[in-house]
């Protein structure tokens, strides 16, 4: 299977979870191309038989750059006929959207956004999407540091953990077999 990891991580929270899924992949056997979303990239998203697409959350939205991709790439598609009313599913393709987030004002709502923006640009084409997946990440500046006690999480410091990685990996050995 044909599989893209494609994910935003602004201070390393997803990049952690990006890693983890890319690794489990490839210890099953399958191929797998891991992007970081810059600036100006040009993916063909259709190529893939699966994606694995995941941002941190900022002000309850995926990061910038994977926020101006996704546009980027819903207009792109738009214009190519690729997007069409009803939005047909397109056989055998898949996708699983996920986000990094602290929760601290109002838990997983505030993360809900992000996740549920990401998806769209998929199932506009037709990818079916088989999962979303929300996992914790602490804030790592000065500036918000505070964030990680007395959220409606707890504490959430050093999220994603060790048990959070190995949740990761259960997750896409798992899915695999939807
Ligand atoms: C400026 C800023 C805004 C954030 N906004 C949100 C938010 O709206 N909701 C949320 O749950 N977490 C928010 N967070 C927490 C991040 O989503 C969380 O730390 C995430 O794991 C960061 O992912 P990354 O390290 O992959 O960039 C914010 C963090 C920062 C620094």
């Not at 600036?39 to 190529?47: E, M, T």
């Not at 910038?64 to 009803?86: E, N, T």
């Not at 109002?106 to 549920?116: F, L, M, Q, R, Y």
């Amino acid at each position: 299977m044909n599989i893209l990891n494609f994910y935003y991580s602004q201070t390393g929270n997803t990049g952690k979870i990006a890693t983890t899924i890319g690794v489990t992949l490839q210890s099953l056997g399958h191929t797998v191309e891991t992007l970081h979303a810059e600036k100006d990239l040009d993916i063909n998203f259709l190529a893939y038989d699966f994606l694995f697409v995941g941002s941190g959350v900022y002000q309850w939205l995926p990061g910038k750059p994977m926020l101006d991709i996704l546009r980027g790439h819903r207009q792109k598609y738009s214009d190519a006929g690729k997007i069409v009313p009803c939005s047909p599913r397109l056989p055998g393709k898949k996708a699983v959207i996920y986000c990094t987030y602290a929760g601290v004002h109002t838990g997983i709502n505030e993360a809900v956004p992000a996740v549920k923006f990401c998806a769209q640009l998929f199932d506009h084409l037709g990818f079916t999407i088989v999962d979303e997946w929300y996992f914790v990440g602490d804030f790592k500046t000065a500036e918000f540091i505070k964030g990680n006690t007395g959220g409606r999480l707890g504490d959430i410091t050093g999220r994603p953990d060790t048990r959070d990685l190995q949740d990761v990996e259960q997750r896409v050995r798992a899915i695999l077999k939807v």
